[in-house]
């Protein structure tokens, strides 16, 4: 059973903790994705706190969520916060560096959303079309990185990120077997489907 009350306390904490959650206008365009494309099996590459998966389980009926998350003391939270939720049955949360589990995975996936580490974007990519199913989706969020990726912005701190962010969209909207649409919403959404 779905706890309403423990989602909203979730959402809450991790925004008063400043923990980097799906914005508002993003989840509303992932909701319509998961309606459209009423997925079995979702892949996430960064769990955070667990909000984004309890968000594909909620909006999505019958949806099995495989996450991984790379900080073990979130990773402890989210398992928390999907156990306080219910919906411990439909999230298997991995915890350890997505650069070596992706590549040990079997499962084939309708959905992979990717929200990690900036300049891994592109790995991740690469791992996520090996294992998604022919026509699945590949969402990456904040692809716009604060608007900088479509600026002149060059600040030394935010450069590699950046970088690999372009490389990111480089790829997917010049690949002959992607077809790549990107969003202005929330901090920048690409939507990739992928043809096998």
Not at 102 to 123: G, M, Q, R
Request: with cysteine; hydrophobic share 40%; net charge negative.
């Amino acid at each position: 059973m779905f706890n309403e009350n423990e989602f909203e306390n979730m959402k809450q904490k991790a925004l008063e903790d400043h923990i980097p959650i799906i914005m508002d206008d993003t989840l509303e365009k992932i909701k319509e994705v998961l309606n459209i494309e009423k997925p079995k099996h979702i892949l996430e590459i960064g769990t955070a706190v667990g909000y984004s998966a309890t968000c594909f389980v909620k909006y999505s009926q019958d949806a099995i969520v495989d996450t991984i998350e790379i900080d073990e003391e979130r990773a402890k939270e989210a398992i928390e916060n999907i156990k306080k939720i219910g919906i411990s049955n439909r999230v298997n949360i991995m915890i350890g560096n997505a650069v070596d589990i992706l590549p040990t995975l079997k499962n084939e996936y309708d959905i992979v959303f990717i929200d990690a580490a900036k300049s891994k974007y592109s790995i991740f990519l690469h791992e996520a079309i090996k294992l998604i199913k022919n026509n699945g989706l590949i969402l990456a969020d904040n692809i716009l990185y604060k608007g900088y990726v479509m600026s002149d912005y060059n600040k030394h701190k935010q450069r590699t990120a950046v970088r690999h962010l372009r490389e990111y969209i480089k790829e997917v909207t010049e690949s002959t077997n992607l077809d790549t649409e990107i969003l202005e919403i929330g901090d920048g959404l690409a939507i990739t489907r992928v043809h096998k």
